[in-house]
């Protein structure tokens, strides 16, 4: 896991894992289990011996189709199939004292709900904005969703720009927009006007919603002093957004209601405040506060996360494991519903095993589909 020297910023991004134990395949798969009768043909996994990091050998890339535009959240190619997208990659054994290689993306496709082979890694070098003529060296993503309105998910992500010290610090935030060939190009920083911000803490946790409820995705971020920085859509292809505001009442911490933006049903989307970071399945404690057409400004009073009992993905290795969320979401298609909530875990055991699995919704025992990390690897 990385550790920022330059500012103090936190992140909500998922834990460093590590490169899949031999003898479960890094290729996409139904499973059947974990053995290596589960792989046939040319997608057969390569010997240990010749195997990198000792998983299964290496899911040639494809390429990502090409999409139209949809409503399907997490959609970066626009194809109607929901992405994802995952913080803090694999290391390999030479390398887990450097940066992290970036991070990566696994699209849905109309073959499968998320194909390894339909990826792309994400890097400060190739895709961040710089700072002045400084690359930031973190690049982590922090929330995704459709900015400009062109039905293509946009991504935001928290960087670490250089700072002096001296007044207020630059914006970490940027935005990668999506297009009908994914997340590509280089990134713009978000512009917050001043009149939308307060203090010397560095704007972070920001969260997706339409919380003036005009149809446009809008930005909560924080600001010093509890204060958010309300910052109203659509945003331009430059990161402006189309107004911004400061709001009072916050807290060092936005997340966003589950499984419903919309707490109230009243057409504003709603947002939590919280004075603590909560790790994503455990419980936490907040305060809600009510959409409008203002923004996410009125009390809505104490808020609970509550907690869930996550399946654990089959990574067979010796040792402690651990497994984190990484998303909920209906990855089965293209109805846009968003009416099944399938359930993307990740186990890993430090930085150089781990195993992502897809378990459909309402079933813990086998998942649908794993992968390793290790894909990402080159």
């Not at 957004?241 to 009442?249: C, Q, T, W, Y």
């Amino acid at each position: 896991m990385r550790t920022r020297i330059t500012h103090p910023q936190a992140t909500t991004t998922t834990t460093a894992a590590a490169a899949l134990a031999a003898g479960c395949t890094g290729l996409l798969l139904v499973l059947t289990g974990c053995d290596s009768s589960s792989a046939a043909g040319p997608s057969a996994p390569a010997t240990t011996a010749d195997a990198k990091n000792g998983d299964r050998a290496p899911v040639p890339l494809a390429p990502v189709p090409r999409g139209e535009g949809s409503r399907v959240p997490y959609d970066f190619n626009g194809d109607g199939h929901r992405d994802l997208v995952i913080n803090d990659l694999v290391k390999a054994p030479e390398d887990l004292h450097g940066d992290d290689a970036g991070m990566g993306i696994v699209y849905g496709t109309e073959d499968s709900p998320l194909d390894p082979a339909v990826r792309q890694l994400l890097n400060a070098r190739a895709n961040a904005a710089k700072s002045g003529d400084i690359l930031p060296a973190a690049f982590d993503a922090e929330a995704a969703c459709d900015l400009d309105r062109d039905g293509f998910t946009d991504l935001v992500v928290s960087t670490d720009p250089p700072y002096n010290g001296v007044g207020a610090p630059p914006v970490p935030l940027q935005i990668l927009f999506g297009s009908p060939e994914g997340l590509t190009g280089k990134a713009v920083t978000v512009r917050i006007p001043a009149q939308a911000r307060y203090g010397k803490e560095w704007p972070e946790h920001p969260v997706c919603g339409d919380f003036d409820g005009d149809g446009s995705t809008d930005l909560a971020v924080t600001a010093s002093d509890g204060r958010i920085s309300f910052l109203r859509g659509p945003f331009t292809r430059a990161g402006a957004p189309s107004g911004a505001e400061l709001l009072p009442d916050g807290g060092p911490y936005l997340y966003a209601p589950e499984p419903e933006a919309d707490t109230d049903g009243d057409g504003y989307d709603d947002l939590v405040a919280t004075a603590r970071p909560r790790t994503p399945g455990k419980a936490a404690k907040g305060t809600l506060l009510l959409g409008s057409a203002e923004g996410p400004a009125r009390p809505g009073g104490p808020y609970t996360f509550a907690p869930e009992e996550l399946p654990e993905a089959p990574l067979r290795t010796k040792g402690t494991t651990r497994t984190t969320l990484l998303a909920h979401g209906d990855f089965g298609g293209a109805d846009g519903g968003g009416k099944k909530t399938d359930t993307v875990v990740r186990t890993y055991r430090g930085e150089r095993q781990d195993l992502v699995a897809l378990y459909a919704a309402g079933t813990t025992d086998d998942p649908v589909l794993t992968f390793s990390t290790t894909v990402f690897l080159p």
